[in-house]
């Protein structure tokens, strides 16, 4: 579909699940070799919006691995609301063990900051960050980010897991709002 209308919002096409396959792929590549040594990391998935990602990236991971998923939330319509909170916790014992966060989209670093503080408290060995879209213009956070599949301009975007008011996650392509 060219273009989808969501609410009171018409988005175009943005980036083609083609494009975001291979962003992908490259991303599980540098992965698959920089973990290789690592016994048994843990990829922690942000819920909702990474749901898609995860799915596709740990189909392309060769590692021995762990997978769970926190859910957190801090956007409201377009923009972010600046605060997070946690709607479900992290499960898995992560105490000396490598951790790959892994997120829809980063933009001003907010939830990526909060999520850290809290798994830093937990011990692990070290804490790697992967994100499938990243927004430089608007990252305001100090935290290197590790792996980013695709970069983007601060536009607001939706599908292939990303949200408008909990609609247009189902989309395999990404939309912007034209």
């Known amino acids: 579909m060219e273009r989808i209308t969501l609410q009171d919002k018409t988005f175009r096409t943005y980036i083609t ?3 975001i396959d291979k962003a992908i792929s490259r991303v599980a590549g540098q992965l698959n070799r920089d973990l290789r040594e690592e016994e048994k990391p843990v990829f922690v998935s942000i819920l909702n919006g990474s749901f898609m990602f995860t799915a596709d990236l740990m189909k392309k991971i060769t590692l021995n691995c762990e997978v ?3 859910k957190l939330a801090s956007y409201s319509g377009t923009r972010s609301t600046g605060t997070v909170r946690e709607v479900l916790g992290l499960c ?3 105490t000396g063990r490598t951790v790959v966060v892994l997120e829809d989209i980063v933009d001003s670093g907010t939830t990526i900051a909060n999520l850290l503080d809290d798994l830093k408290k937990r011990n692990p060995k070290q804490i790697k960050i992967c994100t499938l879209l990243l927004k430089p213009a608007a990252y305001k ?3 290197h980010i590790d792996y980013a599949c695709i970069k983007i301009p ?13 609609l247009g996650r189902q989309y395999k392509d990404l939309y ?3």
Request: hydrophobic share 45%; no cysteine; aromatic share 18%.
């Open 154 to 166: 601060n536009n607001f975007v939706v599908g292939y897991g990303l949200d408008y008011n909990d």
């Open 92 to 94: 898995a014992d992560i």
């Open 176 to 178: 912007v709002i034209d």
């Open 17 to 19: 699940y083609k494009e």
């Open 68 to 70: 769970t998923f926190v």
């Open 141 to 143: 956070a100090d935290i």
